[in-house]
């Protein structure tokens, strides 16, 4: 257990559909990530929070919405989304401190499948 | 040029070797290396984490960073069939929040 919990932990959506991704942190940081993982690539970063303030958007569509409520909370709003959409979503957390040695946490993931 | 590169294997190597990933990134300005391994079907595990230039060792696992080359590995030894799986290797930018990973490497130790 890490610390950073996601659910759910599989979803299956219709592409007319509109979901949300939960995630929540119990390690006290002060940044939340979105990362995506499709198959062969590498995980590819979608949005950062600092401070409940998004400090990167990596030219996502918009069909993807990410909300920051507090430094403990992340949720991806998904609408309208495409079979390539279909891939592993990640939450992460670190200590923005800036500083040298801060660390990645990653929850458990989020399996999507678009139909 | 990619961020991070890594080869994608898959590594082989008997049990009881030691296994030794590479991977290498572009940016020089980075400061933070990070190793992490996942399993099939789970999210990336934090292995070990390198700052200066040199080795740190914890347990079988060594990290080894060349700042100069802009390198950085990992020594697996005493590889057990358990350490099978893909070894990712990420870096945290001198800027921002954000850490950039590789593509992946997948080791396979025999048994």
């Known amino acids: 257990e890490t610390g950073v919990t996601q659910t759910p932990r599989h979803l299956v959506m219709g592409m007319t559909n509109k979901k949300s991704l939960k995630c929540e942190q119990h390690?006290?940081?002060?940044?939340m990530y979105w990362y995506k993982q499709s198959a062969k690539k590498p995980l590819e970063l979608m949005f950062v929070?600092?401070?409940?303030?998004?400090?990167e958007n990596n030219s996502v569509p918009s069909r993807f919405s990410p909300e920051c409520p507090n430094s403990s909370h992340l949720f991806l709003h998904l609408h309208t989304l495409q079979p390539e959409d279909s891939a592993l979503y990640l939450c992460?957390?670190?200590?923005?401190?800036?500083?040298?040695?801060?660390?990645?946490?990653f929850g458990s993931g989020t399996q999507l499948s678009v139909l | 040029q990619k961020e991070v590169e890594q080869n994608s294997g898959p590594l082989s190597v008997p049990e009881g070797a030691i296994a030794s990933l590479n991977c290498t990134y572009s940016?020089?300005?980075?400061?933070?290396f990070f190793w992490y391994r996942q399993y099939s079907g789970k999210s990336p595990e934090l292995i070990m984490s390198?700052?200066?230039?040199g080795d740190k060792e914890d347990g079988r696992f060594t990290a080894q960073l060349n700042k100069a080359s802009q390198y950085v590995s990992l020594l697996i030894r005493d590889s057990q069939p358990s350490d099978s799986t893909t070894y990712l290797c990420?870096?945290?930018?001198?800027?921002?929040?954000?850490?950039?990973f590789g593509p992946g490497t997948r080791l396979s130790v025999l048994p």
């Open positions: 992460a957390s670190s200590q923005d401190r800036g500083l040298a040695n801060e660390k990645l946490f």
């Open positions: 390690l006290g940081h002060n940044a």
């Open positions: 929070y600092s401070l409940e303030e998004r400090v």
């Open positions: 940016d020089r300005g980075s400061q933070s």
């Open positions: 390198i700052y200066s230039n």
């Open positions: 990420a870096v945290k930018r001198n800027y921002g929040q954000n850490f950039v």
